[in-house]
């Protein structure tokens, strides 16, 4: 939950969404994580549902930066170039469709034979993102994201970086999950978890496993994205 006063100047606290704090609740209707207040408005306005905050906060960035420092970089590729942006769109998306279902059918399923099958799904949608990165990469586009070389953070490594992080302490903890034989794919993965901005997103390797051992057990009813994942529907 972060909190914003002014423009930029952020305070960023951690709540448990599982327990549903009532100051959660406020910003965010079904007591989903991530969520803003918004300081600036009086009262305090809200926003919630990360893709939307992660929009909010690269056009306050820039607008902030016009005033100010002209030198901070955007997530996205120049506005003069729609179609670039819509690469990096489609590389964000392919994240939320497949690889965020794909992580928690994989790390709730209970079944020897069903965990193969969701690690074989989960590898899949990684591997689905990748293709993307490289369509855009054999297209030409080659400095719009961790995956090339020459690449700055992209909104899409910011949509795949929690859960990378999660492959490589969840996955891994409760699944034993390995990444890939893929040279490519790992020297991405390290390139994301050792960027500056998204270690500073990081929380503990305690609190991940603590938090997401509901799932790996599949506990009833302690979780509306587990909910959602069991009863085969769309994710709050
Ligand atoms: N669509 C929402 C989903 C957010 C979400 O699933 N948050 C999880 C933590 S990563 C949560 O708050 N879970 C509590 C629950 O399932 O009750 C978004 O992208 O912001």
Redesign the pocket.
């Given at each position: 939950m972060t909190l914003l006063p002014g423009s930029l100047r952020s305070q960023y606290y951690e709540v448990d969404?599982?327990k549903k704090p009532a100051e959660l609740l406020e910003l965010s209707p079904k007591?989903?994580?991530?969520a803003l207040k918004l300081h600036n408005y009086s009262p305090p306005k809200a926003l919630?549902?990360?893709?939307v905050i992660i929009d909010f906060l690269e056009e306050l960035a820039l607008s902030d930066a016009r005033r100010s420092s002209p030198t901070t970089e955007s997530l996205f590729p120049p506005a003069s170039d729609p179609y670039a942006r819509a690469l990096v769109r489609l590389q964000a998306d392919a994240v939320n469709r497949n690889v965020v279902p794909a992580f928690y059918r994989y790390l709730q399923a209970q079944e020897e034979d069903k965990q193969v099958d969701g690690a074989k799904g989960f590898v899949d949608a990684i591997l689905g993102v990748v293709a993307l990165f490289k369509r855009a990469e054999d297209e030409g586009y080659t400095t719009y994201g961790l995956w090339n070389a020459a690449g700055s953070l992209s909104y899409a490594d910011v949509m795949i970086a929690p859960w990378i992080l999660r492959a490589t302490n969840v996955l891994k903890h409760y699944r034993g999950f390995i990444w890939p034989d893929n040279e490519a794919l790992q020297t991405y993965v390290q390139k994301v978890l050792a960027n500056p901005a998204v270690k500073r997103t990081c929380s503990t390797e305690e609190l991940y496993l603590d938090s997401y051992e509901r799932y790996a057990f599949n506990r009833p009813n302690t979780?509306?994205?587990?909910n959602a994942i069991n009863a085969g529907r769309t994710?709050?």
């Open positions: 969404p599982y007591g989903l994580v991530p919630n549902e990360s893709t979780s509306q994205v587990a994710l709050p």
